[in-house]
């Protein structure tokens, strides 16, 4: 059974950088999604869809194929009593453009305690793994995080930002927990969510919207099969992706690849009116405009995409206010 709706919460900067804090181990009923009251809890695991989709529908700017992919697996996933292998999803895109909002999104109504549920494990390139020299340690450690937290509750989700500045080699120590054996270790890893996020394909997509709009086409007529093969050959050709020369690649664990596309004057627009009334404001025209007029677009000539998604609407909306 799913939780009672949280609600939606407005655009804003929502993924925090989580450390590596201690799981802890409970008696739990995996059956249950909910806590006995005066109960510790081992996993809080409380999946919320009817508030994911409205915070989903109202506050993500242009995305209609992240909505449906990740809603879409999210459910069938959920749903399975038994699944066979874990959930991975892989979010590609242009700076900006909602990546880390939908993931901050996920923490927040698949756990009771979010982005701080002890369950959600969030790494960073930059302050997990920051020297490339240090590789062989990283992936002991991080095959030890993993499976112990696995171990302490199955229904984790682990975050993985920055895909494309990760040291080679470093992600094949997940290659065993993203496939369809039942065990790894002795741990039984299946009901765990994976997400790897990166820029990597942002271009490609970009050129495919391009395109999309030269050629009169609704952007909403855009199909992942038009973008599947360019994003994978994108993560394929980047020697500075986590999954370069993968095997996770080579055998196919990604379940689904979730394209962000380029956003648009009238996305960027619907970012700083979410800001706005994040802030408790009422929506001003001369502030509005004044966010607008200040971001760069691009292509030269057409002028169409916001050249750093909605990432600096928060601080601009500061300045002019």
């Given amino acids: 059974m799913a939780a009672a709706t949280r609600g939606c919460r407005p655009w804003g900067s929502l993924l925090g950088l989580l450390g590596l804090v201690s799981a802890a181990a409970a008696a739990w009923d995996l059956t249950s999604l909910h806590c006995h009251f005066g109960a510790f809890c081992e996993c809080d695991f409380q999946p919320d869809f009817q508030g994911l989709e409205c915070d989903l529908a109202q506050h993500l700017a242009g995305q209609h194929l992240a909505k449906a992919l990740v809603v879409k697996a999210l459910k069938a996933f959920v749903q399975d009593p038994a699944p066979t292998k874990p959930l991975v999803l892989s979010l590609h895109g242009w700076t900006g453009t909602g990546k880390s909002y939908v993931s901050s999104l996920l923490a927040r109504y698949l756990f009771r305690g979010g982005l701080r ?79 790897f996020i990166s820029n990597t394909g942002g271009e490609q997509i970009n050129q495919v919207a391009l395109e999309a709009w030269r050629s009169r086409r609704d952007r909403e007529e855009i199909r992942l099969q038009e973008l599947e093969l360019v994003i994978s050959q994108a993560v394929l050709d980047n020697p500075h992706h986590g999954f370069w020369r993968s095997g996770i690649m080579e055998e196919h664990l990604l379940d ?5 596309l380029p956003l648009q004057r009238h996305h960027v627009r619907h970012c700083v009116l979410n800001e706005l009334a994040q802030l408790g404001l009422e929506p001003r ?37």
């Fill in 256 to 260: 689904v690849l979730v394209p962000f």
């Fill in 117 to 195: 549920s002890p369950h959600v494990h969030h790494f960073s390139p930059v302050i997990h793994f920051p020297h490339p020299g240090h590789v062989e340690r990283y992936k002991k450690d991080l095959k030890s995080w993993v499976q112990g937290n696995l171990t302490a509750c199955s229904r984790s989700l682990f975050l993985f930002d920055e895909m494309d500045k990760l040291a080679p080699g470093l992600m094949e120590v997940l290659r065993p927990f993203l496939g369809s054996s039942w065990v790894v270790f002795g741990t039984n890893y299946r009901k765990a969510i994976f997400i």
């Fill in 285 to 321: 025209d001369e502030v509005v405009q004044a966010v607008l007029d200040s971001t760069t677009f691009f292509p030269e000539d057409e002028q169409l995409f916001s050249s750093n998604g909605c990432k600096t609407v928060a601080s601009r909306i500061a300045f002019f206010l």
